[in-house]
């Protein structure tokens, strides 16, 4: 399809593993977000790419969590000794250029993180 | 405090009926801003912008006050479709970044017939 694509949907593991989440954004789009959202409350950012290069990683909570884009265009988020705090549904986004401009991102549906 | 604030509902109205939610910020820089639409269980997605003028798209109205830090969303006519959590969403800047969007929790929204 032509949209966002996350995998897995689904992540069921145990506390202390490491887990990897994939995003695979809209073809062509140069800017790449990472939020994550727990039941009941709004996506939280984590962090943005523009292109190969982290603009914007603010958002990450500590330093248990990682995410490259080699290549400019898939991106992997990466936690490390996972958390039963850190389950959440992990959103990824993708928009054609800066954000600021139209304020539309297009969103995955995300990797929903289960840890036990 | 948080940056961008929502009154979490929710708000049960019948058909036809006109609802409106309203949205603070506390970043007085912030630049731009937009409420998103998310559907349970499924992603967020761009309902419209708000400009300083107000902007009205269909049923919907849209008005930021930048003096009072302040976003509302106007929905007439409500239709059992709009029931969906409405997300606050505002653009900071970060350092030299463009900044990233800040969603607000989310005000949810129940259309019954």
């Known amino acids: 399809g032509a949209g966002v694509s996350q995998t897995p949907s689904n992540k069921v593991t145990e506390k202390g593993k490491y887990v990897e989440l994939r995003c695979d954004p809209i073809?062509?789009?140069?800017?790449l977000y990472w939020y994550r959202q727990s039941l009941g409350q709004g996506p939280e950012f984590l962090i943005y790419f523009q292109g190969t290069g982290a603009a914007d990683d603010s958002g990450l909570p500590n330093d248990r969590f990682f995410a490259v884009r080699p290549e400019g265009s898939v991106s992997t988020l990466k936690i490390q000794r996972t958390e039963r705090g850190d389950s959440a549904v992990y959103l990824c986004?993708?928009?054609?250029?800066?954000?600021?401009?139209?304020?539309?991102?297009?969103f995955g549906e995300g990797s929903r993180l289960t840890v036990l | 405090r948080k940056e961008v604030e929502q009154d979490p509902g929710p708000f049960n109205v019948p058909e036809g009926a006109t609802v409106a939610f309203n949205c603070t910020y506390s970043n007085s820089a912030s630049q731009s801003f937009f409420w998103y639409r998310q559907d349970c269980r499924k992603e967020p997605k761009l309902l419209m912008s708000v400009y300083s003028s107000g902007n009205e798209d269909g049923r919907f109205t849209a008005q930021l006050n930048r003096a009072s830090q302040y976003i509302s969303l106007l929905i007439r006519d409500s239709k059992l479709s709009d029931s969906a959590t409405y997300l606050c969403?505002?653009?900071?800047?970060?350092?030299?970044?463009?900044?990233?969007?800040?969603f607000g929790k989310g005000t949810k929204l129940s259309v019954k017939p």
């Open positions: 986004a993708s928009s054609l250029t800066f954000v600021s401009n139209t304020g539309e991102l297009f």
């Open positions: 073809s062509g789009h140069t800017a």
């Open positions: 969403v505002v653009n900071t800047l970060n350092g030299g970044s463009q900044g990233n969007l800040i």
